[in-house]
């Protein structure tokens, strides 16, 4: 590949230091080749093609300018012409030359960026700096050359150049790094467009002749030498051969194996809650025993304190900390063998741990049955045009519609179709409709090796309901990059991904007409990730990665905005915790969720007695102790979970006696009556009437309203309560 500069060799820890990639220089003449015939670029009108040519002869040759003053941002001109290369937007995005284009014009603007690993390595990226779409690949039977993505029938950009009228010379810029028992050398690219192949030569002498060991012929400017010796100093050279003529040696550099480890690289340190993660480079020496970790309050960090001996692994986690106390690290290596048997200390780092999570967190709480939420703008065949839904949590992450004008239909609520429960939801339709969840993006929430480091992981549910299977496809739901929960539109096999790592229920599939409840729980700690659902009420578990970086793109409900990952179906709820959630709630989380949207016989109460995260037991139960059973907490809008966050009534007076109280929104099978004493407490509790509701009291949002009785005042004195019973 292309190098250039100076290599330096450090004896003792067998590496090499590589160079910066070489450029086309200002003022040089070239060409280019590349595409999938690997032909040299030339003109077909006024495009550029790179098509079926091999001879250098019929190469365009460009003049190379500087597009700043720099020497890595360029313009072409096209040789002994006035016309330029020029991105032509509105003509399919080609490379055409152009004798009325401006050079300071952007779209002439190019830069070429080596490409160091895989096939391509050796070949440059070449991409315009003022499209959106910046990199300029081979596209179609026309072997046009387009700034595009690489779908749709292109190939990967990369080309390789050359300067016109260039003479074959000896390799420059040759390098040297070492491993265990190998060394890998790298030297600059031929330019002359005459190679036909390179000679290696090593011996354990210096000077390099070509007298010595030939190692191999490669084409491409690297090479590994693998029979080596761990500790023996080798000395290498590379010639140029066009087929009949072969180069004076390049420059000689020298190489030894390592025979110890080395000193640990990369070290890095993360705070989390009550623990601190370590992780650093691999060892390659070949050599290692095990590491030695080391910590401070203070620093710099001395070998006299290690935390922990015998670690195996390029990672470690020390939970012998205190949250807000700063500790230093650095970590050694320990070799099998070899001098030193202990490698020096690493760089340092720092990291703060923070307290541990001790309560759940509900982040983002998204749900259709809450009318008060859900802003729309229009109608259309009969459902509101969703523009917002406001977030039911304290955090504000009110969730937005993705319809942009890019060929996305609007959300739509409330759906004309209904959940399993008989409750509408908000209606994703067939036309890739989304509801992006959180408009602030989510780092805070996902990204645990920043802003989220201070989290022990998250929890999502979700409920919804499937209208048709699009067969052949993935029908995903809710998706960022990362994470995607989806089924398949074949079996309906159920899928979540989480990074790396895939769940899937082995159980029943998804159908048409379901609906379903999917909850995912994330340990942060320890990657420990669990997904159930509603249908087949079964956990799978896997070991994802632990504080991973899930941010990705935009999360969005409904789909992923392509025909090959698309949603038909009804969304109801979703709630999104920022912290994991205790087994004993995740359970009852995800069981609300199943009650409220999936049973077509669950009482109001059932699924609001399921939905406080513990065992409140039945109606006539009362779990806090405090006098009031569950059924009355619920009728009465009051916290069966805290005996001073009692229920809630109210007393007035305007000419006559009203008597106020809450009253669920959503609980038509929940009877209420108003109830009369004159004389407590010898009387009994009488009901003469008084129940007839006369209007509203007090315009409530969320799960209730607040009504009004009217009752009469002829007696002298009179006491008041309300029941509720199904």
Not at 162 to 178: H, S
Not at 295 to 313: D, E
């Amino acid at each position: 590949m292309k190098m250039r500069g100076i290599t330096l060799f450090a004896a003792l820890l067998g590496m090499a230091i590589g160079t910066q990639a070489a450029l086309p220089e200002i003022g040089d003449t070239i060409w280019l080749k590349g595409g999938t015939d690997n032909s040299y670029v030339y003109a077909s009108g006024s495009a550029l093609v790179a098509k079926a040519e091999t001879d250098v002869a019929n190469a365009l040759n460009f003049v190379v300018h500087s597009a700043d003053g720099s020497d890595s941002n360029f313009i072409f001109q096209v040789a002994d012409t006035t016309s330029y290369v020029i991105v032509v937007t509105n003509n399919d995005d080609i490379l055409t030359i152009d004798a009325t284009a401006l050079t300071n014009n952007p779209l002439t603007h190019f830069t070429m960026t080596e490409i160091t690993e895989g096939t391509y390595a050796g070949t440059y990226e070449l991409s315009c700096l003022a499209h959106a779409d910046p990199v300029v690949h081979e596209r179609g039977n026309t072997h046009t050359l387009k700034a595009h993505s690489t779908s749709g029938g292109s190939i990967r950009s990369a080309w390789t150049y050359g300067v016109v009228g260039a003479a074959l010379e000896p390799p420059t810029g040759l390098g040297a790094n070492t491993s265990d028992s190998q060394v890998v050398l790298d030297w600059d690219n031929d330019v002359s467009g005459l190679l036909d192949t390179y000679t290696v030569y090593r011996s354990t002498n210096t000077p390099v002749t070509i007298s010595d060991t030939l190692l191999g012929s490669p084409s491409n400017s690297q090479f590994t030498d693998t029979n080596v010796v761990n500790g023996t100093t080798y000395y290498y050279a590379v010639t140029a051969t066009d087929g009949s003529t072969e180069t004076d040696l390049s420059n000689e550099v020298s190489a030894t194996p390592p025979t110890g480890t080395a000193q640990p690289k990369r070290l890095k340190a993360l705070g989390v809650p009550a623990a601190v993660l370590l992780d650093w480079a691999d060892d390659t020496t070949g050599h290692l025993d095990y590491y030695t970790v080391y910590r401070s309050t203070t620093t710099p960090v001395t070998t006299g304190s290690p935390v922990l001996t015998n670690v195996t692994a390029s990672a470690f986690t020390d939970f012998d900390v205190v949250a807000g106390t700063t500790n230093y690290y650095a970590v050694t290596a320990v070799g099998t063998n070899g001098v030193p048997p202990e490698s020096a200390l690493s760089d340092e780092v720092s990291a703060i741990p923070f307290a541990a999570v001790t309560e759940t967190v509900l982040f983002q709480h998204i749900d259709a049955t809450v009318a008060a939420s859900v802003q729309t703008d229009g109608v259309t065949n009969g459902m509101g045009i969703v523009t917002d839904v406001v977030d039911q949590s304290t955090f504000g992450n009110d969730a937005t519609d993705v319809a942009d004008g890019d060929d996305l239909g609007p959300v739509l609520w409330p759906s004309t179709d209904l959940f399993g429960s008989g409750r509408a939801g908000f209606d994703m339709g067939t036309d890739m409709r989304m509801l992006n969840l959180f408009t602030n993006g989510t780092d805070a929430l996902l990204d645990f090796t920043g802003d989220a480091s201070g989290s022990d992981g998250f929890a999502m549910l979700v409920a919804f309901k499937t209208r048709t299977m699009t067969e052949g496809v993935a029908n995903i739901f809710l998706n960022n990059g990362p994470i995607s929960m989806e089924y398949d539109g074949d079996d309906g096999e159920m899928t979540v991904e989480l990074g790396s790592a895939t769940l899937t229920q082995s159980g029943a599939g998804v159908e048409a007409g379901d609906t379903i409840v999917y909850a995912l729980n994330y340990n942060a700690l320890t990657g420990e990730t669990t997904f159930w659902d509603s249908k087949n009420n079964e956990e799978v578990s896997v070991t994802a990665e632990a504080h991973g970086d899930f941010s990705g793109d935009p999360l969005q409900l409904g789909g992923s905005g392509r025909d090959s990952r698309i949603f038909d179906g009804l969304m109801g709820e979703v709630k999104i915790f920022s912290t994991k959630l205790p087994a004993d709630q995740f359970e009852a989380q995800r069981d609300a969720l199943r009650l409220k949207w999936v049973s077509a016989d669950a009482t109001g109460f059932d699924v609001w007695v399921s939905s406080w995260g513990v065992n409140l037991g039945s109606a006539t139960n009362d779990w806090d102790n405090d006098g009031i059973n569950n059924l009355a907490e619920y009728a009465f809008a009051g916290n069966p979970t805290n005996g001073t966050d009692d229920t809630y009534t109210d007393l007035v007076t305007d000419g006559g006696l009203v008597y106020i109280h809450p009253q669920p929104k959503n609980d038509a099978d929940l009877n209420y009556a108003v109830l009369t004493m004159d004389n407590l407490p010898y009387d009994t509790w009488t009901d003469e009437g008084y129940t007839a509701v006369i209007g509203t009291y007090v315009p409530a949002e969320g799960d209730y309203n607040y009504v009004s009785n009217s009752v009469p005042t002829t007696d002298a004195v009179k006491f008041i309560r309300a029941s509720a019973e199904y």
